[in-house]
């Protein structure tokens, strides 16, 4: 749905789109001859593509937030391999050596909500997006159709997040954590989890816990196999990320710009790592290695047990909102989203973590990127190593089967040599054993 603008707010963004252009005049007379684009900068940058310009952000040069809303839309594409039909997988040699490139091919594009998105989550099947406009939109990536739209909700739905392919849970402003059964899309439990706006939850792997925080300065363990809160603990402020390590023994809360990291056991702090800016959002590469991103352009890699820094790049050029990270066939790839429109991949070698990961590939979607998840075509993927599997299975059954004639082939050829020598020995024995004969025939006729 898109709203009229008056006649003053037309007014008003034509006047402000004019400073900009007068401000970027500026900016370009100001800059003078400096050199510009991958000629300028020598041969070797004409293997890179260059970097992205642009004007520095200026504090209400841009159209109003109304306004903006109006342009955002839901940007959903899949990772192909060059060459092949295999859906966000690719097998990739390490920075020295040979690495495939990727790319992005718009697969499903659709106006999700009437306001800004503000959550989204992924299984095998479905991809679900929060908003704004306190509804979730279902949509199923099988048939590439809009699957329907839950209505629990009386806020802006600020979490999503799936367990295995059977539930999803949901988390909004209103205070409610609701559990949907993912076959028939019905609300089995709405629970008044905070007093406050609910800032993000996190489900544990083995599915019987889930974490949660909010604004009312509490964190919150919730008991899903019989749905009931389990343990309260108070913060000092309030948390607006929790996550789960992959291996469930240990979680971090992110309050402003500190992650405080867990364990589970003791549920007491084991160690804190801070930023110099507000972190936006962050992912477990392994149990005890962390992705931070925050208001900056610069992605940090942190080892959860020293608290130290292993590495950091910087990944875009405005600040990142947000970061997701999959491993397919040993090869660890960071997806990242940032305000400036552009959705990166980055190659991570975990032997060489200290290195600077590889950008394997970087799209422009031209709009305000506010959240991201990565979906798996499980089904082609599964088709896939099914006929790698039976190739396979037939190549190592020729090569038995070559074996086995070799095999044959050999103890035929030795029988046969057997043979011919025991066939070369037999008259000589013969003659020997005449000639033995003879002797004792005249040593009896002599005696």
């Known amino acids: 749905m898109v709203e009229k603008l008056s006649f003053s707010s037309k007014r008003a963004v034509q006047a402000q789109f004019i400073a900009i252009l007068q401000l970027k005049k500026m900016w370009e007379k100001a800059a003078g001859s400096a050199p510009r684009g991958a000629a300028a900068r020598g041969p070797a940058a004409r293997s890179c593509p260059p970097r992205r310009g642009g004007l520095p952000r ?60 503000s959550a989204v989550a992924v299984n095998n099947r479905y991809v679900v997006t929060g908003s704004r406009d306190e509804t979730i939109q279902i949509y199923d990536m099988k048939k590439k159709i809009e699957h329907g739209a839950l209505l629990q909700h ?18 909004a402003e209103d205070g ?15 629970i008044k989890a905070h007093k406050g706006h609910v800032t993000s939850l996190s489900i544990h792997p083995s599915g019987k816990l889930a974490l949660s925080v909010g604004t009312d300065k509490t964190l919150r363990t919730w008991n899903l196999v019989e749905g009931r809160s389990a343990f309260i603990k108070n913060l000092k402020q309030n948390a607006h990320i929790i996550k789960w390590s992959p291996s469930g023994e240990k979680y971090v809360t992110v309050i402003t710009n500190k992650v405080d990291v867990y364990k589970l056991d003791t549920a007491l702090i084991t160690g804190t790592i801070t930023t110099e800016k507000r972190i936006s959002s962050l992912t477990f590469i392994t149990d005890s290695i962390l ?15 020293s608290q130290k820094c292993l590495c950091e790049f910087k990944a875009h050029e405005n600040r990142i909102k947000d970061i997701y990270s999959f491993e397919r066939e040993g090869q660890h790839v960071i997806v990242t989203a940032s305000s400036d429109g552009y959705i990166k991949m980055w190659n991570l070698d975990l032997n060489k973590n200290k290195d600077v990961p590889s950008l394997l590939c970087e799209v422009n979607t031209k709009a305000r990127l506010t959240c991201l998840a990565v979906w798996f075509d499980q089904a082609s993927e599964i088709k896939e190593n099914s006929d790698k599997a039976a190739t396979s299975s037939q190549a190592n059954e020729d090569e038995k089967s070559s074996i086995v004639r070799k095999k044959k082939v050999c103890w035929t050829d030795k029988n046969d040599k057997t043979a011919k020598r025991d066939r070369k020995i037999t008259p000589e024995k013969q003659k020997l054993e005449t000639l033995l004969q003879k002797k004792k025939k005249k040593l009896k006729s002599s005696e």
């Open 176 to 190: 409610l954590i609701c559990i949907w059964n993912t076959k028939r899309w019905e609300c089995l439990k709405s």
């Open 291 to 305: 992705a931070i991103a925050g208001d900056d352009e610069v992605i940090r890699l942190y080892n959860c047990d």
């Open 58 to 117: 200026v504090p209400g040069s841009g159209p109003p937030r109304r306004c903006r809303r109006l342009f955002r839309r839901l940007f959903s594409g899949k990772l192909r391999e060059k060459g092949s039909t295999r859906d966000a997988t690719l097998s990739c040699g390490s920075r020295k050596g040979p690495c495939q490139s990727w790319t992005v091919v718009p697969d499903f594009t659709h106006h999700a909500h009437s306001a800004s998105l």
């Open 154 to 171: 009386n806020g802006t739905v600020t979490c999503l997040e799936f367990y295995s392919t059977a539930h999803l849970l949901s988390g």
